[in-house]
């Protein structure tokens, strides 16, 4: 579409410029005039009206022909740099909250700079937001006619003038109105209450997963369901609020809105037609506030630095708050609802602490920033957490708690998100990343921040090294960030945690994750005191701008030369190494060599990584420990004098990487397992970490059986305590489809002999626990053990089961017990499955009863019993329980794979799409568990092309569709591999 078609005039051109267009039009009716008299006088008339729109454009081109629009032709979807912004004035009109007003007017003047001339200035407008005028002046004062079109397409709006705009200041002024929003962006409204946290939000939040919102032309997260919050509710007090990350600033008031164009801001903000106080917030502090007839309006100050638009916040509703006021002046405020102010006590402690911290850590005081500090409950808050400059929101569930009813877990969760957005008034808000590609300079730092806080607060909650299933451990760093980020990057299907400007792809797992754990490796290899020296230099030497990866690696050159040279492959490569471990007898020494956990690299030739690495040894009672750097791609390490060494390499997990041990050091590694020589966690690590070699072909089948069969006779142990066995059966058991899946190389007459050894430990561990009895560890224990019994066709266990059933009935088996029990009967295919279908249709789906009977009839053999089962669970939301459904499926029953992979195939794209990356991690959980080989290669290929999926995958769709059949290959060589 030309996009003069949408025209709109503003102020008197000059003479020369209306004597054209009066020429023009004069012109085209003399056209018109010059037809003959038969020719039909309207047709004549509606081609004079489009020959006189060419001449416009033609009268428009012949005043400005000197003129030229600069846009970005580097990147056409982003803005052009010939005119930056210097500082905006917001000013807003809006009707009171409880109103149903759905609308509100500004007016926003952007006083802005033009380096380049040029004829044409773009701004961004969202959809939702109509101009309804422009006035520009010249910074002598001089009054420019301009011209304005929109392309809704790019949410460009271009300003036209006749002439080019010399270098030099001018002022923007836009009058405008635009839509309250109900849908948790732009500037929305919502309900003011208090929402608890549901049980899986922890698996879904922002502070952790920061699950992507809408797609455009950066390929945006995409916004999940789950996550998003009551709008609004008839009856219940109403507030409003904003959410601007990415790029939802341009909905509240047009701007130039990419993080790189900072300005200052001052608001004044109007509530009208209200008889009602309201507290009305912005970033900075009030100046004034005046209240005429039904009206309050309140005059903000400016704010102190310069910031990006994705940062600016209002608020406005009925409050209660509590306060402090620090040593340094800062006045910390959290408001909530009425009457939950109590209710914030614990989250304004946790924030004054921080801040102390992160002042002493940074040497860069808040007060550089601004004068005070709200956090606010916002219960229509898409993001749980958002880290806007001196206004930072909060979903109620990780702000807020009960103080008669609050668990240690939920003042663990608040702490954790409290403390990740506080680290963002650093990371994020004072320096920002140029582009969203390099999001991890403002996330890979804040996740591995909240967890420094946490962890130098809390210390005894042991939030770094925790890796217990328990009630801390799915949000400890090793389970929620650590492990996460292998799990989808181990198969070099992900991005890098940077990428390309122009890339389209965008995993939020690997920038915030992967980005938080190579972090910490690289600040236990320089230590505290040089890494917070280089992160002090970065802030203070950048402080409101955009460096980009340049700064930090200056930065953190000054205290280690080489090591931007060495971090950059972490950074922008996909994967990560495997290390291969060999004792060397006849030298006494280690061979370490690293390779590309994943068949294939997208690069050529493979990365060799930076490895900091400590070897921990031990001959005859007397410890050695070195502390090596792998530059290449293998070293060997002589040790100080002969003999049979005890070899550990990276024994805290600092690397972000899979040890491999071979030889002997294998042997010496299951003894290890069996006995109590290897801390909880490191063995709950050696075993997570070893399922990821085993399915990209690095340890052989027999090797982690080998290794499974150990953990089975340590949790046997009568020494090993039932907390442990909990943790290590449940995660047995969430490894079990892996298991099953690497086992399909080799053939299935052999399986019987191969899984003995392993079937024996397991019995011996599940009857260790026994049927009934014991503390909430063992009832834990229980569960996993027996439903791996029933999953295996344990036939001792399996028919004591079964019996249970019959004895009980289905509703009362013992709920540690019900998926094990449901399990062996639906493998029966006889009438009994028919009862767990019948019970299934009258079970509430929020209940236990419902999600262990999903689970146990995941393994029927009867295909039309699969379809009952998948339809139950199957709606909008993409229930977890289906993903598990399918998995138990593909791997368990044989019968049923064939629907099971059809039905995954149809609702991938869904999936990918609600619940962005962290769906896909979930969609190939599945296909992992029955085997890359087993799969339709075609269908493989059309899966990866869908553009939710192909959005969380390195390159293209197709290649990493070809990669996926490289690792089966490579899995398949290796499950005919000797042991």
Wanted: with cysteine.
């Amino acid at each position: 579409m030309v996009c003069f078609l949408s025209l709109h005039l503003t102020q008197p051109f000059s003479f020369v410029f209306f004597s054209l267009l009066f020429s023009s039009f004069l012109f085209s009716f003399t056209w018109v005039a010059s037809f003959p008299l038969a020719f039909p006088i309207k047709t004549a008339f509606n081609m004079a009206a489009k020959q006189s729109h060419v001449f416009l454009l033609l009268a428009l081109a012949l005043a400005s022909v000197q003129a030229r629009c600069l846009v970005n032709e580097t990147f056409p979807t982003r803005l052009p740099l010939s005119v930056l912004p210097l500082h905006y004035d917001l000013a807003l009109e809006l009707p009171a909250p409880d109103t149903n007003f759905s609308s509100f007017s500004g007016t926003t003047t952007i006083f802005a700079n033009v380096n380049t001339p040029t004829s044409c200035i773009l701004l961004h407008v969202a959809p939702s937001l109509t101009v309804d005028g422009i006035v520009l002046h010249q910074s002598g004062g001089q009054l420019m006619p301009v011209v304005w079109a929109y392309a809704p397409q790019t949410n460009f709006l271009t300003i036209t003038t006749s002439s080019d705009l010399p270098s030099g200041n001018i002022t923007i002024a836009l009058t405008y109105h635009a839509a309250i929003r109900t849908d948790g962006s732009g500037l929305f409204r919502c309900n003011n209450d208090y929402e608890p946290l549901s049980l899986d939000a922890m698996e879904n939040h922002p502070a952790f997963t920061n699950t992507p919102t809408t797609t455009r032309a950066r390929t945006q997260r995409t916004r999940s369901k789950s996550l998003q919050r009551r709008a609004s509710t008839p009856g219940v007090a109403q507030m409003f609020a904003t959410q601007f990350e990415e790029m939802d600033a341009r909905a509240m008031f047009p701007c130039f809105d990419e993080p790189a164009l900072k300005a200052t801001y001052a608001a004044t903000i109007s509530v009208i037609n209200t008889t009602s106080p309201y507290t009305i917030l912005f970033n900075t502090p009030e100046a004034s506030h005046v209240r005429t007839g039904q009206a309050s309006t309140v005059k903000f100050e400016t704010t102190k630095i310069k910031m990006s638009t994705y940062l600016v916040a209002i608020a406005v509703g009925q409050f209660d708050s509590v306060s402090s006021t620090s040593e340094s002046g800062i006045a910390y405020r959290i408001f909530t609802p009425p009457g939950l102010s109590s209710w914030a006590s614990f989250a304004l402690n946790i924030t004054v602490a921080t801040i102390d911290y992160f002042e002493s850590l940074f040497k860069f005081p808040y007060s550089n920033l601004n004068s005070k500090l709200d956090q606010i409950s916002v219960a229509g808050i898409i993001d749980d957490g958002m880290e806007n400059q001196g206004l930072i929101t909060y979903s109620p569930g990780f702000l807020l708690c009960d103080p008669a009813s609050c668990k240690l877990g939920d003042y663990q969760m608040i702490a954790l998100v409290v403390t990740h957005e506080l680290s963002h008034q650093w990371f994020g808000d004072t320096v920002t990343m140029p582009w969203w590609s390099s999001e991890y300079l403002n996330e890979g730092f804040a996740r591995f921040l909240q967890y420094v806080a946490v962890n130098h607060l809390q210390p005894s909650w042991n939030i770094f090294n925790t890796t217990a299933l328990g009630p801390l451990g799915p949000i400890s760093f090793y389970q929620f960030t650590y492990l996460r980020a292998m799990r989808l990057d181990y198969m070099g299907l992900s991005p890098p945690i940077v990428i390309p400007d122009n890339s389209t792809a965008n995993n939020h797992v690997m920038f915030y994750e992967k980005g938080a754990s190579v972090n910490r490796m690289t600040s236990i290899h320089l230590g505290d005191n040089n890494w917070y020296k280089a992160l002090s230099t970065y802030i203070n030497t950048y402080a409101y701008g955009n460096p980009g990866l340049p700064g930090l690696f200056t930065a953190l050159q000054s205290v280690q030369s080489s090591l931007p040279t060495r971090l950059a492959p972490w950074l922008t490569t996909a994967g990560f190494p495997v290390i291969l471990v060999d004792y060397l007898q006849d030298r006494h020494a280690v061979n370490i060599t690293q390779a590309p956990i994943s068949a294939t690299v997208w690069s050529q030739p493979s990365p060799v990584w930076w490895l900091p690495l400590t070897l921990v040894a031990e001959l005859a009672g007397r410890p050695h420990q070195a502390d090596l750097e792998l530059t290449d791609p293998s070293l060997i390490y002589t040790f100080p004098r002969p003999g049979a060494w005890l070899v550990e390499v990276d024994p805290a997990a600092t690397t972000f990487s899979v040890v491999v041990y071979q030889g002997v050091l294998w042997d010496q590694l299951l003894l290890r397992m069996q006995s109590n020589g290897l801390t909880h966690t490191q063995r709950l690590l050696h075993v997570q970490k070893a399922f990821f070699a085993a399915r990209t072909g690095w340890l052989s089948p027999q090797k982690i059986v080998a290794l499974v069969a150990a953990v089975g006779v340590h949790m046997a142990s009568p020494d090993t305590p039932l907390s442990s066995v909990a943790d290590m059966a449940a995660l047995v058991l969430s490894e079990w489809p892996s298991l099953l899946a690497i086992l399909t190389g080799i053939p299935t007459q052999n399986h019987t002999s191969l899984l003995s050894g392993m079937a024996s430990a397991l019995q011996a561990a599940t009857l260790r626990v026994g049927q009934t009895g014991g503390d909430a560890s063992a009832s834990q224990a229980r569960s996993a053990l027996y439903t791996l019994a029933a999953v295996n066709g344990d036939t001792e266990l399996g028919p004591r089961l079964v019996a249970l059933f019959d004895k009980d009935g289905a509703s009362n088996v013992p709920e540690d017990l019900q998926r094990a029990t449901f399990t062996a009967v639906a493998q029966l295919n006889d009438t009994r499955s028919n009862t767990l279908l019948t019970l299934l249709s009258s079970t509430s789906p929020s209940s236990a009863l419902f999600t262990n009977l999903l689970t146990g009839l995941g393994a029927s053999t009867q295909v039309s019993q699969c379809s009952i089962v998948t339809g139950a669970v199957f709606n909008e939301s993409a229930d977890a329980n289906l993903l598990l459904v399918l998995q138990t499926m593909m791997s368990v029953s044989v019968p049923c794979r064939g629907y099971a992979w059809q039905l995954l195939f149809q609702i991938a794209p869904f999936i990918t799409k609600v619940a962005g990356c962290d769906g896909f991690a979930g969609v190939l959980a599945v296909l992992q568990a029955v085997g890359w080989r087993t799969l339709d290669r075609a269908q493989i290929v059309q899966l990866f092309t869908v553009p939710s999926i192909a959005a969380c995958v390195n390159r293209d769709a197709i290649a990493a569709a070809l990669h996926v059949v490289d690792i089966n290959t490579r899995v398949a060589a290796a499950a005919g591999a000797s042991p």
